[in-house]
């Protein structure tokens, strides 16, 4: 799986525009920081870890984009722009990890000689958190291979692949590592609705791996395990809290409810960065409402009437207790979790 949607080539930020897939594959560049807000915002660019790499040579863009003439300049472009880039969507944290991550470093370099130096030491910080994530891609990838059994039936929701990462995934980490490890299996994909992130992205990226793979509407998901095709759930994260509960998009929570009535384990698979353990429980992560026209007329075609409104919330959080364990960088994480997480991030870090 060699799809990498975040390319920072001669200096120069690209993405895959992913409103255009399966239909097309297209490199655009972003050649400003509202080219990179707007990305963002409207899901050209997106899941987690993507969010928060892009956002990180987001402001290497902003700084080409105002050419500073002095160390001070630079700084204060860099705060503007992570200020305003942290308002493209809420609910992410590796967004505002990566912008937090970008600023401190470019704060505790501000002896650099020039505007130019410290340009070149953010643009090694942005690679390094880029090629990071990678990293913990395989790993969890590695870690999490083990929980799928030969000639067995995987259900995963929205898209948690290479896509949603710098490259190769998290959920679907597990999925490349087991292949490539010569296990055969089948992926039922969530189409995700309402902007199918499963059935546009999963399913194509899926495709390229040479990985088996049936979508399904969100709704067919309990009949399927009912039907005995599905021994094990895996999806991503945008947000976890202290305690466990997570984050993830939405229809993620009934999923694990359905895993939970049919004996099946739901597991969660994303990097510490994803981690948030300022917060003590789910129901402080901020869930971001998207436009009613998402769902009123998805995709141009108008399928609700006229007048009706829609509610759209682009999250949900699933109580750490339907969660089997949490596939890391570092390992499994088993319950209790709030002991695994502090475990994890050291007794300085862990939730008020
Ligand atoms: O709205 P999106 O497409 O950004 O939502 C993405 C998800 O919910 C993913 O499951 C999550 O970010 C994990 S990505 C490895």
Redesign the pocket.
Known sequence: MNVRPIIWRDSQLFIIDQTMLPAEYREIPLDCVAAVWEAMRA?RV????ALGVCAAFGLLVALQERAPKSVRDALNAVDEAANYLATARPT?VNLFWALERMQSFAHANAEAASAGELFERLEREACAIRDEDTACCKKIGAFGAELLSEGSGVLTH???GAL??SAY??ALAVMYAAHEQGKTFHVYADETRPLL?GARLTAWELMQAGIEVTVICDNTAAQVMREGRVQLVI????RIAANGDTA??IGTYALAVLARAHEIPFYVAAPLSTFDTALAHGGEIPIEQRPDEEITEGFGERTVPDGVRAYNP??DVTPAHLVAGFITERGILRPPYDAAIAACFGPNTVAK
């Open positions: 899901l997106r899941g987690a870890p992410a929205c898209n948690a949603a990462t995934g998290t992130q999806t991503g994260a945008d993830n998009k682009a999250f």
